[in-house]
């Protein structure tokens, strides 16, 4: 068995761990992802087996879309839910236009320092595993590109794509409490860390923010709607249909995306299925 599938990856699982559920239900050795997701993140993550583990480095520089929901006035050590809260700002709530007037700054190339909640490394040591004994080092800034930023809640955008609009429904509107929440959509350049971005808005307005939820909606050229839930993906491969839904990567390689379907997500008037 070789080829892509596309897993709509579970709240509470590492990208690891689903690679070594795919490895184990598909009796397949070689198994790799592209993109990695923190695990309080879901959606699109492509997995790759056999051979097609040669071509992951050629899926690794597309762009990316995300479904986050921040929360205003709590900032954590990981920079999201799961993380230690080390500083609150209670009773701050921005309108709609006070947080656009944030994101301004964040839309097109800019830079953007790494969270020590990473596995990028420095001298050879992940930054992760400093940031666990509690050392701190110096990051240094790397050029990302923010094509979309909009915001969803409160007073934004309804999306346009069905797909969003779904997702957006199921997040219920919390009532009124100390902190706020802000739901946004974002396309972005590999190596963005959502955690981050939101991390810096927070800062830029005066109370700090962690990321509360994460969906990835699309990476070039894989869509939500393709994902499959690890539950279906276990289904098949009880039943013997794992390889019926196992992508060829000649067939993803050799079709060109128009913009539309690049950013098939987006928050105006509608375009899209569903994606990354």
């Known amino acids: 068995m070789e080829g892509i599938i596309i897993v709509d990856k579970p709240a509470g699982w590492t990208s690891f761990d689903v690679v070594a559920k795919i490895?184990?239900?598909?009796?397949?050795?070689?198994?790799?992802?592209?993109?990695?997701?923190?695990?309080?993140?879901?959606?699109?993550?492509?997995?790759?087996?056999?051979?097609?583990?040669?071509?992951?480095d050629r899926f690794l520089n597309g762009d990316k879309g995300y479904l986050a929901e921040m929360m205003l006035g709590i900032k954590t050590d990981t920079g999201d839910a799961d993380g230690k809260t080390i500083a609150t700002v209670t009773g701050k709530r921005f309108t709609g236009q006070e947080i656009e007037k944030a994101f301004?700054?964040?839309?097109?190339?800019?830079k953007q320092v790494p969270p020590m909640y990473s596995a990028?490394?420095?001298?050879?040591?992940?930054?992760?595993?400093l940031a666990r004994k509690g050392i701190v080092v110096e990051r240094e800034a790397r050029e990302i590109?923010?094509?979309?930023?909009?915001?969803?809640?409160?007073?934004g955008k309804r999306p346009g794509s069905e797909l969003i609009a779904?997702?957006?429904?199921?997040?219920?509107?919390?009532?009124?409490?100390?902190?706020?929440?802000?739901v946004f959509y974002v396309e972005?350049?590999?190596?963005?860390?959502?955690?981050?971005l939101i991390e810096d808005i927070g800062d830029d307005l005066g109370c700090g923010a962690h990321m509360t939820r994460l969906v990835r909606t699309y990476a070039h050229p894989f869509h939500l709607s393709q994902a499959l839930t690890m539950e279906t993906i276990v289904t098949l491969a009880q039943h013997g249909q794992l390889a019926t839904v196992v992508i060829k990567p000649e067939e993803v390689l050799t079709h060109r995306?128009?913009?539309?379907?690049?950013?098939?997500?987006?928050?105006?008037?509608?375009?899209?299925?569903r994606g990354k």
């Open 23 to 56: 490895r184990n239900l598909s009796k397949v050795k070689k198994v790799g992802h592209s993109g990695t997701l923190d695990p309080i993140a879901t959606g699109v993550l492509p997995v790759f087996l056999g051979s097609a583990t040669k071509q992951i």
């Open 104 to 110: 301004e700054k964040y839309r097109g190339k800019i």
């Open 120 to 129: 990028i490394k420095i001298k050879g040591k992940k930054l992760y595993e």
């Open 145 to 155: 590109t923010i094509h979309k930023l909009e915001l969803i809640r409160p007073e």
């Open 166 to 182: 779904g997702l957006v429904d199921g997040w219920p509107v919390p009532l009124e409490t100390d902190y706020q929440r802000v």
């Open 188 to 196: 972005c350049s590999k190596g963005t860390y959502i955690r981050k």
């Open 257 to 273: 995306s128009d913009e539309s379907e690049r950013s098939p997500l987006s928050i105006g008037n509608g375009e899209g299925q």
